[in-house]
């Protein structure tokens, strides 16, 4: 019984997803080997051979694989999932768009969003915008899963000293092309890497008062910057920086969150922080549930003071 981890990587270094993922994948009680597909992507496949855990890294390297098309992506898993009873994607962007083609070429199910390892069939999974735990077990002879990154702690990037093996690139599929990537540059940690985010809702009132509030505070604490679907639907904060069910999952050290309610769809995407503030004038906010301390107070007043206590 052998696991395959799909790594997410730059070409030069491996996203921190794919820690997790491997994680996971040491759970099933199997060794794990990593995928890195990539173009000139040595140093990302000598960094994934470092990782905790990881017994081979397998490099396949071509220009086809460059931009991490999804088509190219998959063939290059098919070519080598016969190898495999587990194939693990973290449950990404990147990672959602390549494991459904996988699992339907295969012709198996595919495993979505998992949180815990029960067993190497039996797995763990939020539903209900994670107000229940489905537990789901599979007698697919392989297993595609993508993994919720939160739900597991990230193997060390160091220790490790897996053989890379050499492997050739898939052909182009022909089904798509790169053009271009426009690629938001920002000072701040990344929203689903970052150990403390700051998060603002509705209650803000405008893009103004949000910068005027959230980005002190950040910079106080060098946090990423969230935003609640309310806020970002009203103008307020870019779409990239949404956290919830219909946005990102975060689980950072220190979540702060000022003016948000705290609706069911943004409590799915942060509840798993390690520490939760809540700053909200209604008493009644459904985001003080899961607090682990609140202040009843106005945002406008109360941050100002803590970024001058900070």
């Known amino acids: 019984m052998t696991s395959l981890v799909i790594a997410e990587h730059d070409n030069a270094s491996i996203k921190p997803a794919t820690l997790n993922t491997v994680t996971a994948a040491a759970a099933m009680g199997a060794e794990v080997h990593v995928l890195v597909a990539g173009h000139n992507a040595g140093a990302a496949a000598a960094a994934a051979a470092q990782i905790a855990g990881v017994s081979k890294v397998i490099h396949a390297d071509g220009a086809t694989l460059e931009a991490g098309l999804a088509e190219n992506v998959a063939a290059?898993?098919?070519?080598?999932?016969?190898?495999?009873?587990?194939?693990?994607?973290?449950?990404?962007?990147?990672?959602?768009?390549?494991?459904?083609?996988?699992?339907?070429?295969?012709?198996?199910g595919q495993i979505s969003d998992i949180t815990k390892v029960d067993s190497p069939d039996t797995f763990e999974r939020p539903i209900y915008a994670g107000n229940a735990i489905a537990t789901v077990q599979s007698s697919d002879a392989v297993k595609v899963i993508t993994v919720r990154t939160t739900g597991f702690d990230a193997a060390s990037a160091t220790g490790g000293s897996a053989a890379v093996e050499t492997v050739a690139a898939a052909t182009d599929s022909g089904k798509s092309s790169f053009v271009g990537r426009e690629v938001t540059k920002n000072d701040r940690p990344e929203l689903t890497a970052a150990k403390i985010i700051v998060s603002g809702g509705r209650a803000l009132g405008s893009s103004e008062k949000f910068d005027e509030v959230m980005i002190p505070l950040a910079d106080k604490l060098g946090a990423a910057i969230g935003a609640s679907r309310a806020a970002v639907d009203a103008g307020y904060a870019a779409n990239d920086l949404q956290v919830g069910q219909t946005g990102k999952i975060v689980a950072p050290q220190l979540y702060v969150a000022c003016g948000i309610s705290g609706a069911i769809q943004h409590l799915a995407g942060m509840k798993d922080s390690k520490v939760i503030v809540a700053i909200n004038k209604d008493p009644e906010a459904p985001i003080f549930s899961v607090a682990d301390f609140g202040l009843e107070a106005d945002l406008f007043v109360a941050v100002p003071e803590l970024v001058a206590a900070l």
């Open 76 to 108: 290059q898993v098919l070519a080598i999932a016969s190898n495999y009873t587990h194939i693990l994607f973290p449950a990404t962007a990147a990672g959602k768009n390549v494991a459904p083609r996988v699992a339907a070429k295969l012709d198996v």
